[in-house]
C-alpha cells in the first residue's frame, strides 16, 4: 500500500487521518495512547505545577489512606510516610522517570544500530570485533552488571543512564545487523550499487529506511524495560538518589510500609505497571502499521465492520 506523501516530505493529511482510523479501530491501543499521552503531558508540566506542592510535608497526614478527603483532593490516592500527596509525587516523578528512560533508549538506540550498520554492511574483522564485544557484554545478566557498575561509580541520574545505555546496546546492535545483512543483498540495494552510490549512500538512503520501523518498534519495548529496570534498582537503593525521586524510587521507599501502609508502593507500582503495558500495545500496533500485509488486513476488517 502506497503512502501518500506532502510535497514537503511529510505525510499527507489524508494519510495521518488513515493511521488515527486505524488507531481507533484498535480499542486497546487507542486507550494506551491516550494514557501515554496523559504521562506525556504529565511528566511535561508537573514538575512546574505541583513540584513544591509533592515535596511539602504534612505529618498529621502522615500514612494518610485512599480518599482521604479532609486533607484535600490531592490526598486521593492517600500520603506516604511524610505526609507527602502520593497523586502529586506520581505527577511530579514522571518526568524524573519518563526522562531517564527515554535517555537510555535513545544512547542505547544510536550507538547500538550505528555498530550493527557498521558490523552488517563491512562483515568483515571490524564486525567480528563488535559482535564479540557485544556478546561479552550481553554475557553478564543486565542488572548483575548495572549494579557491579553503580557499585563503583556510585548512584545518580547520569551514572543509571550510562548503565542502562549500555546494557541495551547489544539490542539494537545485533538486531540491526541481522537486518542490513539481509537487506544489502536485496536488488534495490544492488542495483544502486551497481549504478556507483557510495557505502555511505547506500546505508542512509536505501538500508535505513527499511530497517528504521523494526528499531522503532523496539525502542519502543525496550522503554518499558529500560524503566522496569530503573525501578529494578531504585528498589535496590541504587537508583537516582533524594531529592531527585521517579516511580520506582517511590516504591522503594514504600517497600517498608507494605503491612500497614500498602498505598505508598502500591500506586507508583500500578503506574509502572500500566505504562509498560501501554508502551507495549503500543509497540505491537506500530509493529502492524508498519507491515503493509497486516495493515491492509486491518483496514479490511475495519472496512467489513
Same mark, same amino acid.
Given at each position: 500500500?502506497?503512502?501518500?506523501?506532502?510535497?514537503?516530505?511529510?505525510?499527507?493529511?489524508?494519510?495521518?487521518?488513515?493511521?488515527?482510523?486505524?488507531?481507533?479501530?484498535?480499542?486497546?491501543?487507542?486507550?494506551?495512547?491516550?494514557?501515554?499521552?496523559?504521562?506525556?503531558?504529565?511528566?511535561?508540566?508537573?514538575?512546574?505545577?505541583?513540584?513544591?506542592?509533592?515535596?511539602?510535608?504534612?505529618?498529621?497526614? /502522615?500514612?494518610?489512606?485512599?480518599?482521604?478527603?479532609?486533607?484535600?483532593?490531592?490526598?486521593?490516592?492517600?500520603?506516604?510516610?511524610?505526609?507527602?500527596?502520593?497523586?502529586? /509525587?506520581?505527577?511530579?516523578?514522571?518526568?524524573?522517570?519518563?526522562?531517564?528512560?527515554?535517555?537510555?533508549?535513545?544512547?542505547?538506540?544510536?550507538?547500538?544500530?550505528?555498530?550493527?550498520?557498521?558490523?552488517?554492511?563491512?562483515?568483515?574483522?571490524?564486525?567480528?570485533?563488535?559482535?564479540?564485544?557485544?556478546?561479552?557484554?550481553?554475557?553478564?545478566?543486565?542488572?548483575?552488571?548495572?549494579?557491579? !557498575?553503580?557499585?563503583?561509580?556510585?548512584?545518580?541520574?547520569?551514572?543509571?543512564?550510562?548503565?542502562?545505555?549500555?546494557?541495551?546496546?547489544?539490542?539494537?546492535?545485533?538486531?540491526?545487523?541481522?537486518?542490513?545483512?539481509?537487506? /544489502?543483498?536485496?536488488?534495490?540495494?544492488?542495483?544502486?550499487?551497481?549504478?556507483?552510490?557510495?557505502?555511505?549512500?547506500?546505508?542512509?538512503?536505501?538500508?535505513?529506511?527499511?530497517?528504521?520501523?523494526?528499531?522503532?518498534?523496539?525502542?519502543?519495548?525496550?522503554?518499558?524495560?529500560?524503566?522496569?529496570?530503573?525501578?529494578?534498582?531504585?528498589?535496590?537503593?541504587?537508583?537516582?538518589?533524594?531529592?531527585?525521586?521517579?516511580?520506582?524510587?517511590?516504591?522503594?521507599?514504600?517497600?517498608?510500609?507494605?503491612?500497614?501502609?500498602?498505598?505508598?508502593?502500591?500506586?507508583?507500582?500500578?503506574?509502572?505497571?500500566?505504562?509498560?503495558?501501554?508502551?507495549?500495545?503500543?509497540?505491537?500496533?506500530?509493529?502492524?502499521?508498519?507491515?503493509? !500485509?497486516?495493515?491492509?488486513?486491518?483496514?479490511?476488517?475495519?472496512?467489513?465492520?
Amino acid at each position: 500500500m502506497r503512502t501518500t506523501i506532502a510535497s514537503n516530505g511529510q505525510p499527507s493529511r489524508s494519510t495521518i487521518r488513515r493511521y488515527l482510523s486505524l488507531l481507533w479501530h484498535d480499542k486497546f491501543a487507542a486507550a494506551a495512547v491516550l494514557f501515554l499521552l496523559l504521562v506525556f503531558c504529565a511528566a511535561l508540566f508537573g514538575p512546574a505545577v505541583f513540584e513544591a506542592s509533592s515535596n511539602r510535608i504534612n505529618l498529621i497526614a /502522615r500514612n494518610a489512606p485512599p480518599l482521604s478527603f479532609k486533607y484535600g483532593w490531592a490526598f486521593v490516592l492517600g500520603a506516604d510516610s511524610l505526609g507527602r500527596s502520593i497523586l502529586l /509525587r506520581l505527577i511530579v516523578g514522571a518526568q524524573n522517570t519518563m526522562l531517564l528512560a527515554a535517555s537510555a533508549v535513545i544512547c542505547s538506540l544510536v550507538i547500538g544500530s550505528f555498530l550493527g550498520f557498521i558490523a552488517g554492511y563491512r562483515n568483515d574483522w571490524t564486525s567480528a570485533v563488535i559482535m564479540r564485544v557485544a556478546d561479552v557484554v550481553m554475557s553478564f545478566p543486565s542488572l548483575l552488571l548495572a549494579l557491579i !557498575v553503580l557499585y563503583v561509580l556510585k548512584p545518580g541520574i547520569a551514572n543509571v543512564i550510562l548503565v542502562l545505555a549500555i546494557t541495551r546496546i547489544p539490542i539494537y546492535l545485533r538486531t540491526t545487523r541481522a537486518e542490513v545483512l539481509e537487506v /544489502r543483498e536485496r536488488t534495490f540495494v544492488t542495483a544502486a550499487r551497481i549504478m556507483g552510490a557510495s557505502p555511505r549512500r547506500l546505508i542512509w538512503r536505501h538500508i535505513r529506511p527499511t530497517v528504521t520501523p523494526t528499531l522503532i518498534t523496539i525502542a519502543t519495548l525496550e522503554f518499558a524495560f529500560v524503566m522496569l529496570s530503573e525501578s529494578s534498582l531504585s528498589f535496590l537503593g541504587l537508583g537516582i538518589q533524594p531529592p531527585a525521586f521517579t516511580w520506582g524510587a517511590m516504591v522503594a521507599q514504600g517497600q517498608s510500609y507494605l503491612s500497614t501502609a500498602w498505598w505508598v508502593a502500591f500506586w507508583p507500582g500500578v503506574a509502572i505497571t500500566l505504562t509498560a503495558m501501554s508502551l507495549n500495545l503500543f509497540a505491537n500496533w506500530l509493529r502492524i502499521v508498519g507491515d503493509p !500485509v497486516q495493515r491492509w488486513r486491518l483496514e479490511s476488517r475495519k472496512k467489513s465492520s
